[in-house]
T-cell receptor, first 116, second 112 residues
Framework: EAGVAQSPRYKIIEKRQSVAFWCNPISGHATLYWYQQILGQGPKLLIQFQNNGVVDDSQLPKDRFSAERLKGVDSTLKIQPAKLEDSAVYLC??????????????FGPGTRLTVT | KQEVTQIPAALSVPEGENLVLNCSFTDSAIYNLQWFRQDPGKGLTSLLLIQSSQREQTSGRLNASLDKSSGRSTLYIAASQPGDSATYLCAVNGGATNKLIFGTGTLLAVQP
């Protein structure tokens, strides 16, 4: 079974530029999560999708971050414009569902973003 | 608001030693707790998941315990090996939406 795929693996941009990350979850997983992990910290949930609907985006900085999951499969996370403090690893995860609380989340390799 | 703390932040042990990593959480109303391993530049690998009704889970040389009432979990690693060197993260699932709240991790170095 293929795991969660993410691209690109690394990205370096200047502040005020825009950037987009892509995630392909495990086949059949209805729920998709985007986490932000700043160096030295644990991952923090940015947004959670159930199929193509948003379940939780309470910690997403909506003035600069946006995410979509068209057709309930792949997802894209965008930052525009980027700030220095956005430098982090962006992790995508998926689970069978997010409305039954015991389902395990599987993580992709992450995208390391450096904003200069 | 749920907060998860991991102690120690870093740990260095000689190969072969048994060790314990600690995780504490402030709200005991959790559904499950999960231990992850993170290698440098890599994503998270799930090690063990303990449901709220369970006291412990075992996988090979790893044993995780959960004491919900005191808000604590421990990850026991037996006979440590250099390949165990990584950051270990614990995360609690406290809501109906399956949201994980992570600790800041313990960086483990096993010296050959």
């Amino acid at each position: 079974e293929a795991g969660v795929a993410q691209s690109p693996r690394y990205k370096i941009i200047e502040k005020r530029q825009s950037v987009a990350f892509w995630c392909n979850p495990i086949s059949g997983h209805a729920t998709l999560y985007w986490y932000q992990q700043i160096l030295g910290q644990g991952p923090k949930l940015l947004i959670q999708f159930q199929n193509n609907g948003v379940v939780d985006d309470s910690q997403l900085p909506k003035d600069r971050f946006s995410a979509e999951r068209l057709k309930g499969v792949d997802s894209t996370l965008k930052i525009q414009p980027a700030k220095l403090e956005d430098s982090a690893v962006y992790l995508c995860a998926s689970s069978l569902t997010g409305t039954v609380y015991t389902y395990e989340q599987y993580f992709g390799p992450g995208t390391r973003l450096t904003v200069t | 608001k749920q907060e998860v703390t991991q102690i120690p932040a870093a740990l260095s042990v000689p190969e072969g030693e048994n060790l314990v990593l600690n995780c504490s959480f402030t709200d005991s109303a959790i559904y499950n707790l999960q231990w992850f391993r993170q290698d440098p530049g890599k994503g998270l690998t799930s090690l063990l998941l303990i449901q709220s009704s369970q006291r412990e889970q075992t996988s090979g040389r790893l044993n995780a315990s959960l004491d919900k009432s005191s808000g604590r979990s421990t990850l026991y690693i037996a006979a440590s090996q250099p390949g165990d060197s990584a950051t270990y993260l614990c995360a609690v699932n406290g809501g109906a939406t399956n949201k994980l709240i992570f600790g800041t991790g313990t960086l483990l170095a096993v010296q050959p």
